[in-house]
């Protein structure tokens, strides 16, 4: 047995606070971002949220100059004439950023952190669960993993959130929908599961991509019925790419997709590098070991 694997064992999970930065790119007032702050808030993480004014989906990772809000927030967040950055004056960890999701974390790494952190840069960005799958070559596209892959660029290991259920929706909302809840739980559960595998949480320049299948009212509707996969986001093409990690008696890994499409709650979680492509088998191997108590095969 490793000893991460044994220092897992005996401590809770959970028991680790650390510094999380989180962004989206369905913007700052959507129901998911706050849902995922109160579930790693409430396992004892300190957590900012530093997201856009507005929806940026697909924005993937674009940037620009934040600018004063010549119309609402999203949601009648706030108030037209709004300035650039923003934040919920009774809740200050709640930022916004008029500008794209990639920007948003910036400015959440660069200037929410030290003021939050004690000076310290954020131990870990979460970003999303983004409203609708983040699946192969849609990664390229997704605002939500820009933003994660902008962090894991600046030295912050990064995991980009994105599920299947749900549309956009209000943060204050009422009852909460069950699939955010759902969503958040599965989120922390795999953040508190890198946070328990010690430093550094993610090799350099790596970050994960992890899709929740979707959450129903028969199956898939609490957090303790769905099991994690280890995937590539890609479909391997014969000759070119490389073997991935053996894992599951196989060279191969599952795509996202497949993981996704495969009947019973199996989230996928691949390995992915800053230009957005696959990481190779030894960095596979290193987010396998880590997270070798949270993964299991596909049937
Ligand atoms: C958010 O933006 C995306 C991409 O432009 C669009 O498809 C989606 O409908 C928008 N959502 C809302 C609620 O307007
Ligand atoms: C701001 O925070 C207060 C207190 O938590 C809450 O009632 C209000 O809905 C929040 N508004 C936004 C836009 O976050
Ligand atoms: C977290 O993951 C473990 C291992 O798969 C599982 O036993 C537990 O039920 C999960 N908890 C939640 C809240 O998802």
Redesign the pocket.
């Known amino acids: 047995m490793h000893i991460h694997t044994l220092a897992a064992l005996l401590l809770p999970l959970g028991s680790q606070a650390i510094d999380i930065i989180s962004s989206n790119d369905d913007g700052w007032a959507e129901i998911n971002i706050r849902e995922l702050y109160s579930a790693l808030t409430d396992a004892g993480h300190s957590v900012v949220i530093s997201a856009p004014a507005e929806n940026e989906s697909g924005s993937g990772s674009d940037t620009g100059t934040p600018t004063v809000l010549t119309e609402e927030c999203e949601f009648d967040s706030c108030p037209v004439g709004s300035p650039a950055y923003g934040y919920n004056a009774s809740e200050p960890r709640f930022n916004y950023v008029n500008s794209y999701p990639a920007t948003a974390m910036q400015y959440g790494i660069d200037t929410l952190g030290p003021k939050f952190f004690d000076d310290s840069a954020p131990a870990l960005a979460v970003t999303g669960p983004n409203v609708g799958t983040n699946l192969g070559l849609v990664v390229l596209f997704s605002g939500t993993v820009g933003a994660a892959v902008s962090a894991a660029a600046s030295g912050i290991p990064a995991i980009a959130f994105s599920g299947d259920t749900g549309s956009q929706t209000a943060w204050d909302v009422s009852p909460v929908p069950l699939y955010s809840q759902v969503y958040a739980?599965?989120a922390?559960?795999l953040t508190d599961?890198l946070v328990a595998s010690g430093t550094p949480y993610l090799p350099d320049d790596i970050w994960l991509n992890v899709n929740f299948p979707a959450v129903d009212d028969d199956t898939c509707n609490s957090?303790?019925q769905?099991?994690?996969v280890l995937s590539r986001i890609y479909t391997a093409i014969p000759l070119i790419s490389g073997d991935d990690v053996e894992t599951c008696g196989t060279d191969r890994l599952p795509t996202e997709t497949e993981v996704i499409d495969t009947a019973g709650c199996y989230v996928s979680v691949s390995v992915g590098k800053t230009d957005k492509l696959d990481a190779d088998a030894t960095l596979q191997a290193v987010v396998l070991d880590k997270l070798s108590?949270?993964l299991v095969c596909l049937p």
């Open positions: 739980e599965l922390t559960n599961h957090a303790d769905f099991s994690f108590d949270l």
